[in-house]
């Protein structure tokens, strides 16, 4: 929906809270046109079912209304005398229109200085859930996200199995676009395995249907830094069509909401602005060879040949700390697809290692999955490029020959009517030949360079589709074996991460021990 359609949608739900409230307001001592007036009929509604003014602002909140709104069409009912479980039930199933019987067809009298408490112990809990629910909520949308790393594209740096907090204040907190989902979960809900949204997929209706018209326009609260070359960053894939990571066609258009597309995390190494390459596997940025931070350790896949007799591999691979898997190919060749270089330099030194061959296509040898699928580019993952990275209010000259680099950029996510007729571009009915970008945009990739399905494969990664930046590891797991060392440590930095899990247990036990003495004190006194 427009901002236009949106507010006069909003104006629509103001009138028929209006109509529907208006007699109740007059019941608790307000006029009748404080029930139309938008926000200020909230605030004032606040005062009549004895809650405090900032409920105001959480139902005006995308996901969080959602849980809100049911509470205060019951605790509406409740300030007028309605207790019963048969009108909390009426209440929440009529969607608040219960209200509009209240107004209309009962005399009800206002309940001054009502009890606010819950009546039994069932009300009681229910009240503690649903507050626990907007509280996680609030945190988990607008500040802190958690996440768990599930592949090993940022291996060494993230490991399959660590368990992140995900700032979401750093670039800013993106708004929720999908305003009909399930809170705290991403585009599946756990062990029923249903989608948490209501949302048409489907080609056919994405004009037509009224469920993606219910999608708020595309709005982040400012933050306070950008993202900088070489940041880990979480961000929904752009060409999202997964049910199997490995089975995506980057080309399709499969239409889930932008904040329902899957969650990915990689490296940012080419920001808006930059002119980016990849030679030889190594990423070069503006013409000079791009520089990791320490903790970041690049691997790429190599053929190794033993020289007499067989080696074991698994043995290889843990006492070399050789990340991914292996596998024996003929001519009693063994294949390891990722091995960092400083595994390599201790790998090849092997008494028994005769042949160590990097796996690296040769420049010039088109992989028609990669990045941007056009015959004419003659890439692949490890010579690649160059192509500018578009940079908000940046202007570029526009062709047939460039038009397959920024065309997904132009159509998709900057939403408008391009078509090609011979040499002639058109954009929204007019031919040009140069384009203005609307947002920023990025260049994802794993520091696993051949086992990291990333923007050579889809592209650029609109800041749109930025999620935030990932902070802290809380956990860490392989497997069943907790990794102990990675327990609460950072995630940039310089140096060997340090756990601050002791240091945070200690505070732990003396909070409790704090808490624990203060009320035996206060028993005694």
Known sequence: MTATQWLVFFVVIQIIHGLGTWKLYVKAGRQAWEAFIPIFNAVVLMKIINRPWWWTILLFLPIINLIMFPVV??????????????????????????????????????????????????????????????????????????????????????????????????????????????????????????????????????????????????????????????????????????????????????????????????????????????????????????????????????????????????????????????GLMRDNTYYFSAISDEALEKFKNHPNVGEIIPNKQEKGKRDPDIFPHDPNYKWNVDNFGPLYIPKKGASINLSVDNLPLYKRVISEYEGNDLKVNGNQISINGEVTSTYTFKQDYYWMMGDNRHNSIDARRWGFVPFDHVVGKPVFIWMSWDGFKPRWDRFFTTVSGTGKATSFLIPFLVVLAGWFGFNKWRKHKKLNS
């Not at 999608?215 to 960053?233: A, S, T, W």
Request: glycine share 4%; charged share 20%.
């Open 73 to 326: 069409w019951v605790e509406t009912a409740r300030s007028f005398g309605k207790n019963t479980y048969l009108d909390t039930f009426l209440a929440v199933i009529t969607l608040g229109f219960y209200n509009y019987y209240l107004n209309y067809f009962v005399d009800v009298e206002y309940v001054t200085d009502r009890n606010l408490q819950p009546k039994s112990s069932s009300g009681e809990w229910v009240s503690s859930i649903l507050f626990a629910i907007v509280a996680a909520t609030m945190v988990h949308t607008y500040f802190m996200q958690p996440y768990v790393i599930p592949s090993s594209s940022l291996e060494k740096s993230l490991l399959v199995g660590d368990f992140l907090l995900v700032s979401k204040f750093h670039y800013g907190a993106r708004v929720p676009m999908t305003t009909v989902a399930a809170p705290m979960v991403h585009d599946t809900i756990p062990v029923i395995k249903k989608k948490s949204y209501m949302f048409s997929d489907d080609f056919t209706k994405r004009k037509t249907s009224w469920l993606n018209k219910l999608q708020f326009p595309y709005l982040r609260i400012p933050g306070f830094e950008k993202i900088d070359r070489n940041e880990i960053v979480v961000f929904n894939q752009p060409a999202d069509t997964l049910l199997d990571m490995n089975a995506f066609k980057p080309d399709r258009n499969y239409y889930k909401p932008i904040d329902k597309k899957t969650n990915l995390v990689k490296r940012c190494v080419g920001v808006a602005g930059d002119t980016l390459e990849v030679r030889d596997g190594f990423v070069y940025i503006n013409g000079e060879k791009n520089v990791l931070p320490d903790r970041a350790h690049l691997q790429f896949s190599y053929f190794v040949k033993p020289k007499q007799y067989q080696f074991n591999p698994a043995q290889m691979k843990e006492r070399y700390d050789i990340t991914d898997g292996f």
